[in-house]
């Protein structure tokens, strides 16, 4: 199975990645779970032709009571993607952390990997790794590689460095490790060369490099990811490219 | 005000379920939260504390610790007492602070046990949750970390206990009693998880023929041993004169048979105006189904704890608040419950004290019957 959380500044293009990667993997006949771990709860929104699961903490929050099946927290999407978004506490209160963690112990009640038997899970992570919970996608059991989705932009490059300095500190306690970097170009000078220049430091490979896309755009203002909209365009063979070299089937650009 | 406890207490929390399971096994167990929380647990929930030493600790987790998600303090802290005591293991578990901030337990335990050489395990408990919560779990991993595998089965007839601990048998004899109880019916004894046993009798417990859970904290264990060397379980306790004669009959057959079975749980009547006793369900369930033979009344089981469905008979009900239990009892034909539940328990509804260490701590320790084989007719008309 494998197992990928995906980390990156906030506003980079996670949740684009990851539904598109998701949408790649079942296009290729895989068994794919996506849990959105953000409170704005809108990671799989692109999965869903628009529409929204329950968000686990809305549930907990509306019903008072925890959910006794998965279908009442869970939807498929496209490809019978199934789709899960944590959600967050009411803004301005609780701790969004916990609940990441309070919605993976109940997806564990659930039974829900042992019932679905995925081939790949895929984790969208709020930006940075900023506590605990928010490390939680990483723990042993969940994610064993991270993706980090990265542009040339100084806070994004940042960002990405002290995400991957966060899971380095996690290595002798059997975490996640980073799997490589997703360059998610917004095309800003010297992009390719200063995304390349912070993994040759970082000893990451590039695993991918999504360029700035106009026809992504269109298909998310459809409620779809690129991959559904269009599979044959070149920016969605960039994700196909992705997960084949995921599932151990293609190799990097790096 | 849904849940909201006005006149009852809470039971004893996940933290002590864990301390008292693993309190005889010479380990050292390490609750993860401020100072003071060792001192609910010794004062109230462990009759052992002043008789029988146990290497059990709090880590006196600070605010500013518990922000900078400072766990290598921890890590280090337990390292040295390891190094200094020589516990046959390390057991971490948290509080509520811990978990609002995630702590990941089994982590700590990795790196202790890298660090010191001695087995370490980290445990999930939350202080949110019952004391079964803490003992089942942590008497599951004892069944998962330390029972051997190339142990060969006893020649004579053998079984297990699993799940007692003083916060369900307090220190009245009870365990004793059920440990004669299955002498004068054939079984002999390879180990109670987790009392009077030590952790290399309990090593051997993969050899017996049988495990008899006796508490609901036992249960996950027992499915354990059962996954690892194939021994069957039978879930009761052998309270009242007729119910323990069945529990032996049931226990030789799933020894014979190697089939599971939960006799406390074969109840012909629910709560409803019977004999209602409240509390642990197994415990709770085998003194309602010997109500059943003993007195020829009905009786089913209220449970305000965590159970499995197949320790529950159709007509027993949880009652997780107080708005429940006052509820439920206004149904009954009598309650059996600790006395703590008596003001809860509406006029011209007799109501039998049974003291609950797990509930009412050391308050009635002293009255705490024994009932193991005694026919319930004699303790109930007293």
């Keep these: ?254 | 005000m849904k849940r909201c406890a006005r006149i009852l207490p809470v039971y004893a929390a996940d933290t002590s379920g864990v301390c008292s399971a693993l309190y005889e096994l010479g380990g050292m167990t390490v609750i993860h939260d401020a100072s003071g929380c060792n001192s609910t647990y010794t004062t109230h929930d462990e009759p052992r504390w002043y008789d029988f030493d146990s290497m059990v600790y709090i880590s006196g987790l600070t605010e500013t610790e518990a922000v900078m998600g400072d766990d290598q303090k921890l890590i280090d802290d337990i390292a040295d007492a390891a190094r200094e005591l020589s516990p046959r293991f390390v057991a971490v578990c948290g509080a509520p602070i811990p978990m609002m901030v995630g702590t990941d337990f089994e982590a700590i335990a990795a790196a202790v046990e890298e660090e010191t050489g001695t087995p370490a395990f980290g445990l999930n408990t939350s202080g949110m949750r019952s004391y079964l919560a803490g003992e089942s779990e942590a008497l599951e991993t004892v069944a998962e970390k330390f029972c051997r595998t190339n142990v060969p089965g006893t020649k004579e007839l053998s079984a297990n206990l699993v799940g007692a601990t003083p916060l369900d048998f307090s220190v009245n004899g009870s365990v004793e009693s059920i440990r004669r109880w299955l002498a004068d019916n054939g079984f002999g004894l390879v180990s109670c998880l987790a009392m009077g046993s030590s952790l290399d009798e309990i090593a051997r417990a993969g050899g017996a023929h049988v495990n008899l859970v006796v508490s609901a904290g036992g249960l996950a264990a027992a499915k354990a041993l059962r996954k690892r060397f194939g021994t069957p379980y039978v879930a009761g306790v052998p309270v009242g004169a007729a119910f323990s004669k069945l529990l032996a009959e049931e226990l030789r057959s799933a020894a014979e048979s190697g089939k599971s079975g939960a006799p406390c749980a074969r109840r012909k009547n629910g709560a409803r105006g019977g004999l209602a006793v409240v509390g642990e369900s197994v415990f709770a369930g085998s003194l309602a189904r010997a109500a059943e033979l003993d007195l020829g009344e009905p009786a089913g089981v209220l449970c305000p704890l965590e159970t499995a469905p197949e320790l529950t008979a159709p007509g027993d009900a949880m009652i997780p608040g107080e708005e429940d239990a006052a509820e439920r009892f206004a149904r009954a034909g009598g309650v059996v419950a600790d006395p703590l539940y008596r003001p809860v328990c509406p006029d011209g509804v007799p109501f039998y004290g049974l003291p609950h260490e797990a509930f009412s701590g050391r308050c009635f320790r002293k009255s705490i019957p024994n009932l193991i084989g005694k026919n319930l007719k004699r303790w109930m008309k007293r």
């Design chain 1, 1 to 254: 199975m494998i197992k990928l959380a995906v980390y990156g500044k906030g506003g980079i293009g996670k949740s684009t990645v990851t539904s598109n990667l998701a949408a790649a993997f079942a296009s290729l006949g895989k068994k794919v779970i996506q849990i959105g771990c953000d409170p704005k709860a809108d990671s799989t929104i692109n999965l869903l032709s628009g529409n929204r699961v329950t968000p686990v903490m809305n549930y907990l929050r509306e019903f008072d009571r925890e959910p006794r099946r998965l279908e009442e927290i869970a939807k498929e999407g496209f490809g019978h993607v199934l789709c899960i978004e944590t959600g967050g506490p009411t803004p301005g209160l609780g701790c969004a952390g916990r609940g990441i963690l309070t919605t993976f112990a109940l997806l564990e009640d659930l039974r829900l990997f042992e019932t679905r038997r995925p081939d790949v899970v895929l984790y969208d992570v709020l930006g940075d790794v900023v506590c605990g919970g928010f490390a939680a996608p990483i723990r042993e059991g969940y994610a064993s590689e991270v993706l980090i989705v990265t542009s040339g932009e100084k806070m994004a490059l940042y960002a990405a460095e002290n995400i991957n300095t966060a899971v380095r500190n996690f290595a002798d306690r059997g975490y996640a490790k980073t799997r490589g970097i997703v360059l998610n170009r917004r095309d800003v000078e010297g992009e390719e060369e200063k995304v390349r220049a912070f993994a040759r430091r970082a000893g990451l490979p590039v695993v991918a490099d999504i360029p700035r896309s106009a026809d992504i755009i269109r298909c998310e203002d459809l409620g779809k990811t690129v991959v559904e909209g269009d599979p044959s365009l070149p920016v969605s063979r960039r994700f196909f490219a992705l997960a084949e070299l995921l599932l151990g089937e293609g190799e990097a650009d790096a």
